[in-house]
């Protein structure tokens, strides 16, 4: 069996040294990004009332929360992705279909 030689870390400037996100352009295009797909929201979605949360890394918009039906989960997917700068989707929003016998939960497991 061979030693390892005695590890200092890594040298400054390698790959695998953490370095802190500098505060100046990605963070405030994510939000501006986060911005406006909420305003494409509001003005696409027929129904007022739906509970989404959008969070934006990287211009990967996540959609979480509560809409009526898979109907509004599908035009809140499609109205995201055609926002402008938007490079990906996730869509976790879950349906409430209102009837309880079920709990009210409707489970909406695939992707639009």
Known sequence: MMPFPPFDGFPEGTPSVPRPLPAGEPVHA???LAL???DRLRAGLPQPGQRIVIEVQNRVVVLEGLVTDVHL???????TWRTPDVFDVCNRLACWDG????GGWADVIAEP
Request: hydrophobic share 30%.
């Open 36 to 38: 406006r797909v909420a």
């Open 30 to 32: 994510d939000r501006d």
């Open 99 to 102: 009837e309880p016998d079920n």
């Open 73 to 79: 989960r599908r035009l809140a997917h499609d109205l």
